[in-house]
């Protein structure tokens, strides 16, 4: 009897005991680190090639840690950091205001330039006349000094720091478009408008040039006549420029710090300049 006694009392204690314990872990306790043999960096389709090659640098001299890397546009970086679903975000803009809550670093420098294909003898396109086109004002080629030919208007999805930075240079909203293909990352609009002699799109200047010193008949317009170019988004003359940045929940600790300060480092320039962009 007093061992049947003595061994409910036993039960009870740990019933006490063990809801105790677990919140004594959860309150004096620090955290530990995610999986701290792998990084997920999720977010800007701009980015994501770069750093899928820093990532491959990055895990050559730390041979126990993976970086895994996947786009989908600055808003699920973004949103996938926020939510604790990366260890990083790419977006390929500065953060907003609503956003100063997080932490950005910036990596590199990028331009957005207009496209066509390089059969188009159109040389270049005054502010006006491509807001008119992307709002289905003009239809023709003809209407912009162009060749006889109906325009086919590329836009970027919603979601994508591009298409952000785009509307808001030339002053347009999403209502505004008029778009005949809609595209996610730069290297499907770039196929596109390499396909399409009457296309007209906007993407990454560095994967641009990327793609058109690779073969693909895709030509970049100056904007305001400032050539589209490395030169003109390095010396800060180009209007349409953005920063490539890393975002964190916090201030990077630990294995994303590393990361991090790899990704910023001399290291890193030939890497970063393969991509055609400009090393912060």
């Not at 420098?109 to 003009?138: A, C, F, M, W």
């Not at 080629?141 to 952000?164: C, F, H, M, Y």
């Amino acid at each position: 009897m007093n061992n049947i006694i003595l061994g409910t009392l036993t039960s009870f204690r740990a019933l006490l005991v063990f809801p105790l314990l677990c919140l004594y872990v959860l309150v004096f306790l620090p955290p530990a680190e995610a999986d701290s043999g792998k990084l997920v960096i999720t977010g800007s389709s701009t980015m994501a090639p770069l750093l899928l090659e820093i990532g491959k640098r990055f895990e050559a001299t730390h041979p126990d840690i993976r970086i895994d890397v996947q786009a989908g546009g600055s808003s699920r970086g973004i949103a996938d950091t926020i939510r604790g679903l990366a260890d990083i975000g790419m977006a390929s803009r500065t953060l907003t205001p609503e956003e100063n809550h997080l932490h950005g670093t910036v990596v590199a420098h990028d331009g957005i330039g207009i496209i066509l294909h390089v059969s188009n003898p159109l040389q270049e396109l005054t502010n006006k006349q491509i807001r008119s086109i992307y709002s289905g004002e003009t239809t023709n080629w003809q209407q912009v000094g162009g060749r006889d030919g109906p325009i086919t208007v590329v836009n970027k999805a919603q979601g994508r720091s591009t298409l952000e930075l785009f509307l808001q240079y030339f002053k347009l909203s999403n209502r505004d478009i008029h778009a005949h293909v809609v595209i996610g990352d730069n290297e499907q609009g770039i196929k596109t408008i390499a396909g399409n002699p009457n296309a007209i799109g906007y993407v990454s200047i560095g994967t641009a040039q990327y793609d058109a010193s690779h073969g693909l008949p895709i030509r970049l317009l100056p904007l305001q006549q400032i050539p589209a170019s490395l030169d003109t988004v390095r010396t800060g003359v180009f209007p349409l420029s953005r920063p490539l940045t890393l975002v964190t929940k916090s201030s990077p600790k630990g294995l994303t710090k590393s990361f991090i300060e790899f990704a910023q480092s001399s290291k890193v320039h030939d890497l970063i300049l393969q991509q055609y962009f400009i090393p912060f």
